[in-house]
């Protein structure tokens, strides 16, 4: 037992001697796997070198012949100092690997070299912008005012409920200024006047599809504000509408036209 014991008992792995080189090659090849961006790897290289060194730690405040409240005091103080550095190591790692993948999604988004699809999108938004060389050619890309989108509304605010909104943002840009068949029940109308008190605008709230998404209608002409002005509680309506913003509560229009006026 004393050769297992001084050679090949877990122990052997908190001799001064033993830590004085496994601690800073895992912190090394911790660093070191941060190149070919092995996160998850490096992570578990510096929780490794933290946890020897915490376990160092507890194995002389318990074996010290020290007073207790020394003793203590050195285990408080270890634990301190080698929790913070491991947790900074973990969470800039951390914030590093997020920081890539944003990088790499807002390169892939502005450059339109990969093409958003939303899931239950009809009509998707092709990844390159076609070029207006003719008008029967921009009133047949989807999203054009000829042929709307019929995409849900939840399908973009859904977009905030499991991304960041940095995330979101990105993912739904390519969406703004799109046109978008909207068919759902009145909520609620409400007039925005000007300074003069003339009415400028008429709001709809919309309520659509079964998971009740709220949909904000703006309508700017003076034939449709006077239209939306009559609209009930309840009542169902079909329209074409802008794409102007999304949130994880709502999608926002404007230019909104009553479908088949």
Excluded at 9 to 16: D, M, N, P, Q, T
Aim: net charge neutral.
């Amino acid at each position: 037992m004393g050769v297992w014991r001084e050679h090949l008992h877990w122990s052997v792995l908190l001799k001064w001697q033993v830590l004085a080189v496994s601690l800073p090659v895992l912190y090394t090849i911790g660093g070191v796997l941060l190149m070919p961006e092995q996160y998850r790897l490096a992570n578990a290289c510096f929780i490794i070198a933290g946890l020897l060194a915490l376990a160092k730690i507890t194995l002389v405040a318990t074996s010290a012949p020290d007073p207790t409240h020394s003793r203590l005091l050195f285990a408080i103080l270890g634990y301190a100092v080698v929790g913070a550095l491991t947790v900074s190591l973990v969470r800039g790692v951390n914030n590093s690997a997020e920081r890539q993948r944003l990088a790499r999604l807002a390169a892939a988004v502005t450059n339109k070299r990969v093409l958003v699809t939303l899931p239950q999108a009809q009509n998707t938004v092709p990844s390159e912008p076609r070029t207006a060389t003719a008008q029967d050619d921009s009133e047949r890309v989807p999203g054009s005012r000829a042929h709307p989108l019929k995409t849900k509304p939840s399908v973009f605010t859904k977009l905030y409920e499991t991304h960041t909104d940095l995330q979101a943002d990105l993912l739904f840009k390519p969406y703004i200024g799109r046109w978008i068949l909207i068919s759902g029940k009145v909520g609620q109308v409400i007039d925005h006047d000007d300074y003069h008190g003339h009415r400028e605008r008429v709001q709809v709230l919309l309520s659509v599809g079964p998971e009740l998404t709220t949909v904000s209608m703006l309508f700017s002409t003076p034939a449709q504000m006077d239209a939306a002005a009559l609209f009930n509680k309840g009542d169902s309506i079909t329209a074409i509408c802008q794409i102007h913003n999304a949130s994880g509560s709502a999608l926002m229009t404007e230019q909104c036209e009553l479908a088949g006026d």
